[in-house]
T-cell receptor, first 115, second 116 residues
Framework: AQKITQTQPGMFVQEKEAVTLDCTYDTSDQSYGLFWYKQPSSGEMIFLIYQGSYDEQNATEGRYSLNFQKARKSANLVISASQLGDSAMYFCAMRRTGGYQKVTFGTGTKLQVIP | DTGVSQDPRHKITKRGQNVTFRCDPISEHNRLYWYRQTLGQGPEFLTYFQNEAQLEKSRLLSDRFSAERPKGSFSTLEIQRTEQGDSAMYLC??????????????FGSGTQLSVL
């Protein structure tokens, strides 16, 4: 079974500062993928970034980067230069490799960006 | 590409009534998922369709819940004899069948159900 743990229910960050959202996972699989999704108050889940378990480099997408530490089973999201529009819920998720595999989500972190 | 659409956005019903939600996935996506999200929690998997075939159902999906995707396009989720514990956001997502681990889900805006 897969498990995602997000230990920060809420975080505050000053506008233009960087922030790290924590995510640890538990799996016995060797091959898997990790995702981060953003959920604004409108409710829609928006894909941000993906990291494969065999990817040697940390993923980056614009202001988002994923700090992947495989031995520690952590996949923290770093948001640089925070903007007011970054205020939202953030969910870490994972999926096993191989055909169809459902995506398992963590409980989320609520990020609030302060002007 | 108009994205995943869900209807209605909000539904208020009385306990014991039946409700039905609709999801229209992105047109070329043949994988479709239903998730349920309660306040303060992440989305929980309910069921998955590949084309019209329902290939997986969570144990969360009691006998009162049924989902269909009759022609492999839109899907409906019906809850019979609703209970207050069914109050949640019901999210639909779709994805193309790439088989790749990085195959991401495209979500709709959800249907917020309130059972009084």
């Amino acid at each position: 079974a897969q498990k995602i743990t997000q230990t920060q229910p809420g975080m505050f960050v000053q506008e233009k500062e960087a922030v790290t959202l924590d995510c640890t996972y538990d799996t016995s699989d060797q091959s898997y993928g990790l995702f981060w999704y953003k959920q604004p108050s409108s409710g829609e889940m928006i894909f941000l970034i993906y990291q494969g378990s065999y990817d040697e480099q940390n993923a980056t997408e614009g202001r988002y980067s994923l700090n992947f530490q495989k031995a520690r089973k952590s996949a923290n999201l770093v948001i640089s230069a925070s903007q007011l529009g970054d205020s939202a819920m953030y969910f870490c998720a994972m999926r096993r490799t191989g055909g169809y595999q459902k995506v398992t989500f963590g409980t989320g972190t609520k990020l609030q960006v302060i002007p | 590409d108009t994205g995943v659409s869900q209807d209605p956005r909000h539904k208020i019903t009385k306990r014991g009534q039946n409700v039905t939600f609709r999801c229209d996935p992105i047109s070329e996506h043949n994988r479709l998922y239903w998730y349920r999200q309660t306040l303060g929690q992440g989305p929980e998997f309910l069921t998955y369709f590949q084309n019209e075939a329902q290939l997986e159902k969570s144990r969360l999906l009691s006998d009162r819940f049924s989902a269909e995707r009759p022609k492999g396009s839109f899907s409906t989720l019906e809850i019979q004899r609703t209970e207050q514990g069914d109050s949640a956001m019901y999210l639909c997502a779709s994805s193309p069948t790439t088989g790749a681990t990085n195959e991401k889900l495209f979500f709709g805006s959800g249907t917020q159900l309130s059972v009084l």
